[in-house]
């Protein structure tokens, strides 16, 4: 039971073998007293475990489908379809443990194994008017592989694991071109055989693939340094119902409207990314983390603006706001943190702001410029080992999600991005806005992600889990986040649109833009089978 | 007569007093031994004046037209609807200078004073079936506003000289909010009382207006440094058929995909762009331009890369083959050539390759750091006296083709781009095609910007005018080199699609990119009415 209920989880952030690791008992009894009655008394139990019903694939066209792929790989198996049911939001995350049956089961898994036999599995759903749900590593937190089959007799997972390869490397140009399934720890690995990096490491990059990364225009930690993600795609193969779809055959073109920014972030939606083309560079032979404190909000806020207007940012740059620094402080046992805060305050910071800065390959002219804009700022370096701290924890946010729900608590983040003449309204609107909604609760904030113009903000959120409603608990909370950001910041900077935003989209981009998308849709997927309510709803 | 024939012209290119200098004698001789028979002689006359026939548009509608914008701003008058038949390219100015009769000419000319009478003309147009064709500096070299009526029974230009204002400047996000008929000088002009420069200098600079640079993703002569003009779109505002459009919220967003990406380049067809949003930088303080010398287009070209990959390419850099470098050395008197090109083979430079680069704002060490790998390429500086020479003149090249137009001379330009991997048989193919077309020509080509995955080729072709068919002398040329183009480069790197590249479109972006594009037109421009044949033929 057990087993099938976490199926999903397991299959997500701890096949790597490094399980979750506990709380200390410390940080719990913090938590606690912020946040209300937390423990291990809190674990979510399922009532009984999930039932699943039977797949509404015909025989004939299972026999179509293993036709083209081989019978190992079409897969009717309840754990199998249980465990691609959606990505890994809070919600998805809960659904799953407390075993909620109105999650929707896909009626097969797919797995395709070039993509040929993406295109084939397209022209058989198409015939036979089956929803396809394009399924990387399963890792989104807004509902964008969720089986829904919208007005489909039948919903089957499209799962690209097996489009693993390396398809080529261009060395003159630097330019590699990987299959969609690829997943970021393996094209790393493939790329460093050739002396290359994408140096593309959003949170998700132990699991997610370069296929979902294109779709949703992810963006790394390192975005300052390698750029988001649609800057390194310079060629995007997609197969759609209309037929294959292949774009990019220049850096830069004024052949009309860029097309391969359209394939970026369609989720899905447009067609079923089968190889990305991407530009590379060498692989970094020295790195530096460090940590730094700002007074400040406003000031950290203002300092980052600096960097990113002078052309100084490091490859890394994440600002914490005075909570998310507070949070640090307190649950980073290793940091010494009373010392520290004695430190700041005989130095007059009140309200420390923490700034991680990190540089990859050319550091040394780079950090010195830096760290020149940085002393000028007022900010203040506190070592190398916070930034080290930080680089070695940086993937674990997920797994500690999962140790969290097991406490009781109600964790998840959200994430906008806005000019900077509007970013402390964006910052205070959504503070309020989740606060006002949760009430108990610890609402904390970084820019992970900054640009000339603006930057992004990364909200994460901690209260106890309200276990009368803990689905509309965080509902409401998300509602009147999104509502705080729409007419002042971006919907999403980097976790897409899936189901969860589909309601603010047309806020963002217009009646007219959404029209424009739907058309489009209707361009390459006439009868909609392709992932069935996300982006568009 | 001559005034009316010769309105186009000069309304575009000696307006600013600097009428067009006369070419010296020596070049003239230098010129006539390599292309054939050229001279003052071979001038152009038109046979008869140009015939206007009487506005399509009736008397109603002209009323309609003329309540929305005002009686002074509907002009009927022959000169000024000629003045608006069409762009630059050398056809362009061939078949005005001819008086040629096929030309379209507009049914009249509009100019609305802010976006909503933008908007109320296309309402018009639409109740009326009229076809629009929005124009800015009329710089087009591709019949971007060629006046084609389409299906239309009439058509009109829709002017946009008089958005002439800065909407807004943002000093915290370094934003600027300019209207679309602002042109490039006036522009920077109205940055400079605010300490901001756009950096944007295309050869169109002088005429081509902000509107016109979104609408056709222009890449200035300073890319490297300030990115090409979509790089610097934050937001769009465009009338459509359907209503007002906005986008932009954001420096960066995952909501869906990047709609001002396809509203950059969008030509017109998709909406007339009224204002624009640009990310702005202050004022250089600095500016360097030196020349230097590489020997041979495989080095310079390696050259080239290298600065890219390495992300130390100068602001402005741009490499001449050897045929644009002897074409240079013969043609600038101020150069001492001779001494120049006997210190070149006394360091064994038998094909020398002149190099251009220029920095702008922080310049030592950017400049310390660019020279050093340029030197271990093997390239030699020749000074500062070439760079300036180049940045002076950099702007003459429309002007001197009208020179030249009077001698005799065919003279065009045609640009592409490509992965550095097919660079060289992209430069190879394309003058192989030229010459096999031309016969006796020359042919010369420059890299004018380099990113890290490709660089663009600009192609220059001088030879002696065909009078039996000079127009199709130089359409079969053209045909000629984009076949050779396609399949290896884009058909267009920053001179759009306009009509002459819409046969080509197809085999860049696929049929599903041309369904997708038209899908998205018919959704903003459901009867057809926004400039009619661009883009999508």
Request: neutral net charge; proline residues 5%.
């Amino acid at each position: 039971m057990s087993d099938l209920i976490n199926h999903r989880i397991r299959r997500s952030w701890t096949e790597r073998g490094a399980g979750a690791a506990a709380l200390p008992e410390r940080a719990v009894r913090w938590l606690d007293q912020r946040i209300g009655r937390i423990g291990p008394d809190r674990d979510t139990k399922p009532v009984s475990p999930r039932s699943v019903t039977e797949s509404a694939v015909s025989v004939p066209v299972r026999t179509e489908f293993e036709d083209a792929l081989g019978p190992d790989h079409v897969l009717f198996d309840p754990q199998e379809r249980l465990g691609r049911t959606g990505g890994l939001s809070y919600l998805d995350l809960l659904r799953t443990r407390t075993g909620d049956e109105t999650v929707p089961v896909p009626d097969a898994v797919l797995l395709p194994g070039d993509p040929d036999e993406v295109q084939a599995v397209l022209d058989i759903c198409v015939r036979h008017d089956i929803g396809v749900v394009p399924f990387g590593g399963g890792t989104s937190v807004v509902g964008g592989v969720a089986a829904l089959r919208g007005d489909k007799s039948a919903v089957v997972v499209l799962d690209l694991e097996r489009l693993d390869d390396l398809v080529s490397v261009d060395d003159v140009s630097r330019i590699a071109v990987l299959q969609a399934g690829v997943r970021g720890p393996e094209a790393e690995r493939l790329l460093a055989a050739h002396g290359y990096t994408l140096g593309h490491v959003p949170q998700s990059f132990e699991r997610a693939t370069i296929g979902g990364f294109a779709a949703t225009r992810s963006a790394g930690q390192a975005s300052a340094g390698y750029g988001r993600f649609e800057d390194m795609v310079t060629g995007v193969r997609l197969a759609t119902p209309k037929g294959e779809w292949r774009l990019g055959v220049a850096p830069a073109s004024a052949a009309g409207p860029d097309l391969r920014q359209l394939a970026v972030g369609s989720e899905g939606a447009l067609g079923v990314i089968t190889e990305v083309a991407l530009r590379v560079r060498p692989l970094p032979d020295h790195r530096h983390y460090e940590g730094w404190v700002v007074d400040g909000w406003d000031g950290g806020a203002a300092a980052v603006r600096k960097l990113a207007q002078e052309h100084a940012l490091a490859d890394v740059t994440r600002l914490s706001d005075v909570d998310e620094t507070a949070v640090s402080f307190a649950l980073n046992a290793g940091w010494k943190t009373s010392l520290l805060r004695g430190y700041l305050r005989a130095r007059g910071m009140r309200s420390p702001c923490l700034l991680i800065v990190g540089w990859e390959g050319d550091v040394v002219g780079r950090r010195r410029r830096t760290s020149a804009l940085l002393r000028r700022a007022g900010a203040r370096r506190i070592g190398k080992a916070l930034g080290e701290s930080w680089r070695h924890g940086r993937f674990s946010g997920p797994r500690q999600r999962d140790v969290l729900l097991d406490l009781g608590v109600c964790v998840e983040t959200l994430e906008t991005a806005a000019y900077w003449s509007n970013l402390d309204e964006l910052h205070d609107a959504v503070r309020a806005a989740l606060v006002s909604s949760l009430g108990q609760a610890i609402v904390m904030c970084h820019v992970s992600h900054a640009y000339e113009t603006g930057a992004s903000l990364y909200f994460t959120v901690l209260t106890s889990r309200d276990d009368r409603d803990p689905i509309g608990q965080w509902q409401r909370a998300k509602a009147a986040a999104c509502e705080a950001i729409t007419g002042i910041g971006t919907i999403t900077h980097h976790h897409a649109v899936g189901v969860d935003h589909a309601p603010y989209l047309e806020a963002e981009i217009g009646r007219i833009g959404v029209d424009v998308l739907r058309a489009a849709k209707s361009a390459v997927d006439p009868t909609g089978i392709l992932n069935p309510g996300k982006l568009l709803g």
